[in-house]
Structures are given as C-alpha cells and as structure tokens.
C-alpha cells in the first residue's frame, strides 16, 4: 500500500501531540484538547484545526497564528476534510456535519444525526473529485451497532446512499473513481462494499490517515507499510 501525502511543514509525534513546523522557522504546537482534527486549505498557507471544545478555527501559517474562528459545534470537532470543490466540512461526536464559507464563517449546509443515520461521527472524507461526502458514523469500538458510511452531496449535504460495514473502521477513504476503503486501527484496509482485504499498514500511518484528509493512498497493492516508530512525516507530493 502505497502512503501518499500532501502536507511539508506537518510532523506527527506519537503521544498525541501535533508539531507544526513553519517555513519562516516558527514552530506551532498543539495539546490533544486543542486539535482533535486537522485539514489544510488548498493552494493556501492555512490550516483549520477542529478542537475538543467544538471550535473550527483557521490558522495563517505565515503569521503562526490563528485569524478566524468560523463557528463551534455544540460537542468536540472529530473530523475536518477541506476540498477545492467540496470546500471545508466539520463534523462532530454528536453526528453533526456543517459545511462552512472560509471567508464569512457562514454556515452553508448542515446535516444532523438523523441525516448521517448515527449518534457521532468517526471520520469524513471527500471523494477524490470532491462531489461526494463520505460519512462514517458510530465509534469503531462500539458493540452494539455495525458502523454506517453515509454519502452525501458536496454541496447540500443532502443523503444519497448509506453502505452498513460488516467490519470495523477508523477511517474511510476514496481509492480511484468509484472505490472506497475501510481502514481499522490494526491497519487492515478493505473495501467497504465487499469486505475484501486489501492490504496492511503500519499504525502510525492509520493515526494520520484519520487524523487529515491530505495524506491518502495512490494505489492499494499487498505491501505492508513500515513508517517510523517516532515519527510520520508528511512531505509534499511531486
């Protein structure tokens, strides 16, 4: 499984703490009550961190600092996925999605937990030509309900199918055109319509897979990745 990601100045330690290295040799750093989920603004020098506290907040990388508070969830932010197409989309442990304007902070679409058929979400993810919203609900420990996959509309957030997993997942992400995975803390990664194994990675790569919408997959072979014990550094893609 070939790891590909986006982002040069991000460096993810283990234990929690996210590092955020600046090219004018600044260097941000957040507890895990400050950031619980993170997503990089195209073609820009920002950054939106979700918080414990269900704040979404937009970070200028060249000042080091924060220049927008977009809104707040009433529970904590538990994913972030930005988009050229979809824009930027929040989510929390409630089963709340928000789709927001980054210049006014408006809310542009909202979609409940009745929508996302779950009390809480685990992860949202774009599709790779950003149309499509994957939402996958309920905890992946949970015991007493399988775990659902709601894709919904870019733009309206309107439900358009829902897959129910027979397996567990901490994240779901897109894998080509029309294919999408399902990868467990373990590092099993399958696909979610059949179940099928497809490969193994290493943990360190599943926690900055669920942790950002910028690192993903080029392709899914059968080899098993071996990140760094310390760290998982995220590099620009050719």
């Given amino acids: 499984l070939n790891h590909r990601v986006a982002i040069d100045y991000v460096r993810l330690f283990v234990g929690g703490c996210l590092t955020i290295e600046v090219s004018n040799q600044k260097t941000l750093c957040f507890s895990n009550d400050e950031f619980r989920a993170f997503a990089e603004v195209p073609s820009s020098q920002r950054i939106v961190i979700g918080s414990a506290d ?54 542009l679409a909202t979609a409940t937990a009745d929508d996302v058929s779950a009390v809480g979400v685990q992860s949202i993810r774009f599709s790779n030509d950003g149309t499509e919203l994957a939402v996958l609900s309920r905890w992946w420990n949970s015991t007493q309900t399988q775990q659902t996959v709601s894709f919904m509309d870019c733009v309206s957030l309107k439900h358009l199918r829902t897959v129910t997993l027979d397996h567990s997942a901490a994240v779901v992400l897109a894998a080509g055109e029309q294919d999408w995975i399902g990868i467990d803390w373990t590092g099993n990664v399958r696909r979610i319509d059949t179940g099928e194994l497809l490969a193994r990675i290493g943990k360190p790569h599943v926690s900055a897979l669920v942790l950002a919408q910028e690192a993903g997959f080029s392709n899914v072979d059968d080899t098993e990745s071996q990140p760094s014990t310390e760290t998982s550094r995220r590099k620009r893609s050719p």
Avoid: F
């Fill in 54 to 107: 269900g704040s979404v907040r937009v970070w200028d990388l060249n000042a080091g600092a924060a220049v927008s508070l977009l809104g707040r969830h009433r529970r904590e932010v538990t994913s972030l996925a930005c988009h050229e197409i979809g824009g930027l989309v929040s989510a929390d442990a409630e089963g709340t999605v928000i789709r927001w304007d980054l210049q006014s902070g408006q809310t």
